[in-house]
């Protein structure tokens, strides 16, 4: 039986017929892959948790406080903590309040993570980034890794920047507008081309 074509397999095929250097990036790094979807809420408390810490210094912080909350990060327990409980899971007084902020919004029904899914990709942007401490970006990472969506270029990250850098050969790093013209031809796999643009800064030669 034929397995059906994944978002990374049609995005990779896309990308390698519509743009040749990117083509030659892709043969030398090989597939991507998103990975498997990330529960919604937990995944939002992870980005908060994450900012501004190393990455072992997150999963550290972030495996305490489900400790804090038995177990399992949801919004219930979360909200239940208050910003007392979670300054004493280690988190920082203002990512309390971001948590806290979050948590509330969602108890309350103002925040619809279940819903989200339902709604384009703008809307979702302006849903979350009414919550205290969720930015553009962190939107843009749940569009891609949480809802899969296809067609997401985050242009306002480092990484993104630099790889358009390294794989294009510019002098410096490209504004929005010119990364949104390089992308382009990627439409509507730009998801696909961002993680290979991640990829590359390891991999592509300089």
């Given at each position: 039986?034929?397995?059906?074509?994944?978002?990374?397999?049609?995005?990779?095929?896309?990308?390698?017929?519509?743009?040749?250097?990117?083509?030659r990036i892709i043969a030398l790094v090989?597939?991507?892959?998103?990975?498997?979807?990330?529960?919604?809420?937990?995944?939002?408390?992870?980005?908060?948790?994450?900012?501004?810490?190393?990455?072992?210094?997150?999963?550290?912080?972030?495996?305490?406080?489900?400790?804090?909350a038995g177990g399992y990060v949801t919004a219930t327990r979360?909200?239940?903590?208050?910003?007392?409980?979670?300054?004493?899971?280690?988190?920082?007084?203002q990512k309390a309040r971001y948590l806290s902020d979050l948590a509330d919004q969602v108890t309350r029904g103002d925040l619809r993570l279940d819903h989200m899914h339902k709604l384009p990709d703008a809307e979702v942007i302006d849903e979350?980034?009414?919550?205290?401490?969720?930015?553009?970006?962190?939107?843009?990472?749940?569009?891609?890794f949480v809802l899969q969506r296809p067609d997401i270029l985050p242009v306002g990250d480092?990484?993104?920047?630099?790889?358009?850098?390294?794989?294009y050969g510019l002098r410096q790093r490209p504004d929005a507008g010119r990364m949104m013209a390089l992308g382009e031809s990627w439409r509507p796999y730009r998801?696909?081309?961002s993680l290979y643009l991640w990829r590359a800064l390891d991999n592509a030669p300089a």
């Open positions: 039986m034929l397995q059906p074509a994944t978002l990374e397999h049609l995005g990779t095929s896309h990308i390698v017929r519509s743009d040749r250097t990117m083509a090989g597939t991507v892959e998103i990975g498997a979807r990330r529960p919604r809420f937990a995944a939002l408390v992870r980005t908060i948790v994450g900012q501004q810490v190393s990455t072992k210094a997150a999963s550290s912080i972030y495996g305490k406080l489900r400790r804090a979360l909200d239940a903590l208050g910003i007392e409980g979670l300054r004493a899971a280690g988190i920082s007084r979350l980034t009414r919550v205290h401490g969720i930015g553009e970006w962190s939107a843009q990472m749940f569009l891609m480092l990484g993104i920047q630099n790889g358009f850098v390294k794989v998801t696909v081309g």
